[in-house]
């Protein structure tokens, strides 16, 4: 059980385009969804956390109008990266908690490869 | 301000020999202590974790040790295989708050 999935796994975009990333939680309902991004051989910097039905929060130093969210069912949320440029180019990460549970027990998608030529 | 401190960056083990990867934490606060495995291109995977109340947990050859007084806390892989080489993150939290992940160990367990 707790199983996310993400979609796609790798997108290629140029840069100027929008590309939207989807976290699904499988078998469960998570009111509370995260998302993540991760460079090469370092930590995961949490973006933002979305919650359904309301506007998500966003960490400090990360672009809000760059990095739309919306999280519009018990069981999905879409992260937007508008205008992609090629710093934008990473691992993208969400994971999601159950319903009712405590932020610490988080399940994890598979990532997101994101490449902005 | 890292919140969890992570060592050693890096780990080269001999298989069946024990990996030690160590953390340490400043917020009192924190009263979960989980700890992910990752491998490339993968998100990460809840591996063991534990909570203040004990001081080992152990689950198969994964092993925490945690020491409340020195805020403290280590993961052991005993008899450590080929398939155990990943980078490992050690995380933190309270039940209302966010997790803080360590820096990652990155973990290559040698035939």
């Known amino acids: 059980g707790a199983v996310v999935s993400q979609h796609p796994s790798r997108v290629i975009c140029k840069s100027g385009t929008s590309v939207k990333i989807e976290c699904r939680s499988l078998d469960f309902q998570a009111t509370t969804m995260f998302w993540y991004r991760q460079f090469p051989k370092q930590s995961l910097m949490l973006m933002a956390t979305s919650n359904e039905g309301s506007k998500a929060t966003y960490e400090q130093g990360v672009e809000k109008d760059k990095f739309l969210i919306n999280h519009a069912s018990l069981t999905l949320s879409t992260l937007t990266v508008t205008s992609a440029h090629p710093e934008d180019s990473s691992f993208y990460i969400c994971?999601?908690?159950?319903?009712?549970?405590?932020?610490?027990?988080?399940?994890f998608g598979p990532g997101t490869r994101l490449l902005v030529l | 301000q890292q919140q969890v401190k992570q060592s050693p960056q890096s780990l080269i083990v001999q298989k069946g020999g024990i990996s030690i990867i160590n953390c340490a934490y400043e917020n009192t606060a924190f009263d979960y202590f989980p700890w992910y495995q990752q491998f490339p291109g993968k998100g990460p995977a809840l591996l063991i974790a534990?909570?203040?109340?004990?001081s080992e947990k152990k689950e198969g050859r994964f092993t925490i040790s945690f020491n409340k007084s020195a805020k403290q806390f280590s993961l052991h892989i005993m008899d450590s295989q080929p398939g155990d080489s990943a980078t490992y993150f050690c995380a933190a939290s309270t039940g209302a708050n966010n997790l803080f992940f360590g820096t990652g160990t990155r973990l290559t367990v040698i035939p």
């Open positions: 534990i909570r203040p109340d004990v």
């Open positions: 994971s999601a908690i159950l319903a009712g549970g405590d932020r610490g027990t988080q399940y």
